[in-house]
């Protein structure tokens, strides 16, 4: 059983920083992709950023240069840290776990984040 806990959301003005952190209790972390999704209000869910078992990270453009993911194998442990946050970033924050061997997703549930103007 795949449990991903997100922990870091909140209220923060725009042009403040939130780290995030999701805690994996999974065997194997290391083989796990792992990434950051999140969804507004009326919105579909999407990619912020990834970071794969060989620690290539991806970004969507829209938090290029300002959100950085990272990983701690040991810990079991995927971190988002985000700077400069805009209104628009406001939205609830999931964990997601990818195992490459068998192809499945597993998700948090989620952790908020707004961003106030």
């Known amino acids: 059983q795949v449990q991903l806990v997100e922990s870091g959301g909140g209220l923060v003005q725009a042009g403040g920083s939130l780290g995030l952190s999701c805690v994996a209790s999974v065997s194997f972390f290391s083989s796990y992709d792992m990434g950051w999704y999140r969804q507004a209000p009326g919105e579909q869910r999407e990619l912020v950023a990834s970071?794969?078992?060989?620690?290539?990270?991806k970004y969507a453009d829209s938090v290029k240069g300002r959100f950085t993911i990272s990983r701690d194998n040991a810990k079991k442990t995927v971190y988002l840290q985000m700077n400069s946050l805009k209104p628009e970033d406001t939205a609830v924050y999931y964990c997601n776990a990818h195992r490459l061997i068998t192809g499945m997703d597993y998700w948090g549930k989620g952790t908020l984040v707004t961003v106030s103007s």
């Open positions: 970071v794969t078992s060989g620690l290539a990270t």
